[in-house]
């Protein structure tokens, strides 16, 4: 299936293969179809490595799926730039945070991370999109002086839009077909 984000630089398509990593795959159509990703936060954009989104800018919403962590899935792709990964803090933990990779990551391939899908070249504006997110803030603490990832928790998209004005967000995510 295909996922179109659009997003305060443009439109990004997702090519989801569900082969590559199954619950991956099935947790990501699972928000997309309830909405989660409305005015979404890309609140970890590394140059040269991976732009990070996923936690959701109403607090309420960001807390009830805190914990609902699914299982691994096996790598069976390499971190290739254009490629979407969940995030993780560990075995299992995978929730709604993910990453595009903006950058050759095949290095993350051992540590578990496991592709499900890919940026489009031929839908939506691809990879020249995502080179346009807003990258100037970097890392969070303690490493960086981007969004500390508790007070996105804490406070959504109140904290981020007072403190990180120039973050990029999607906007909308939809399933879409013929019609991306």
Known sequence: YDVLFETTQGNIVIEVQRSWAPLGADRFYNLVKMGYFTDVAFFRAIQGFMTQFGIHGDPKVAQLWRNARIKDDPVTQSNMRGYITFATSGKNSRTTQLFINTNNNNN?????????????????????????????????????????????????????????????????????????
Do not use: H, W
């Open 108 to 180: 993350l391939d051992a540590m578990g991370f496991s592709p499900f899908g890919k940026v489009s070249e031929t839908k939506g504006g691809g990879m020249k999109t995502m080179d346009a997110l807003f990258m100037g803030y970097g890392e969070g603490p303690p490493r960086g002086r981007g969004p500390n990832q508790m007070y996105i928790q804490q406070k959504g998209n109140e904290y981020l839009k007072d403190k990180f004005p120039k973050l990029d967000y999607i906007k909308s995510a939809r399933l879409c077909n013929d019609d991306c």
